[in-house]
Nanobody, 127 residues
Framework: QVQLVESGGGLVQAGDSLRLSCAASERTFRYRGMGWFRQAPGKERDFVAAISWSGVSTYYADSVKGRFTISRNNANMTVYLQMNSLKLEDTAVYYC????????????????????WGQGTQVTVSS
């Protein structure tokens, strides 16, 4: 079982940057696509970004495209989410998740395709 631990959240002002990290505990991390999702109060958990197991392919929600960058370091089993030009509407709990499939070339935006989830880290953007 892959355990995921997010860190890096906090309170920032609009226009600022944050980098979230998600550390994995188990070696199959290196062969799984990874995703970031977020959930604002009273709303559903939404897809933010995904990266293939190799790191070659990435995909973003339209709302964050051009501002957020997902990356990974398989050697230290960590996935990152660099968030620039933060907006008030980016306020949410951010979760990382590991795809249920190993070595898949497909990137998923669907919650049900991700089998392991972290506990979440709060990101609050103020004006």
């Amino acid at each position: 079982q892959v355990q995921l631990v997010e860190s890096g959240g906090g309170l920032v002002q609009a226009g600022d940057s944050l980098r979230l990290s998600c550390a994995a505990s188990e070696r199959t991390f290196r062969y799984r696509g990874m995703g970031w999702f977020r959930q604002a109060p009273g709303k559903e958990r939404d897809f933010v970004a995904a990266i293939s197991w190799s790191g070659v392919s990435t995909y973003y929600a339209d709302s964050v495209k051009g501002r957020f960058t997902i990356s990974r370091n398989n050697a230290n089993m960590t996935v990152y989410l660099q968030m620039n030009s933060l907006k008030l509407e980016d306020t949410a709990v951010y979760y990382c998740a590991a795809d249920s499939k190993l070595m898949s070339s497909a990137l998923s935006t669907t919650l049900g395709d991700y089998i392991y989830w972290g506990q979440g880290t709060q990101v609050t953007v103020s004006s």
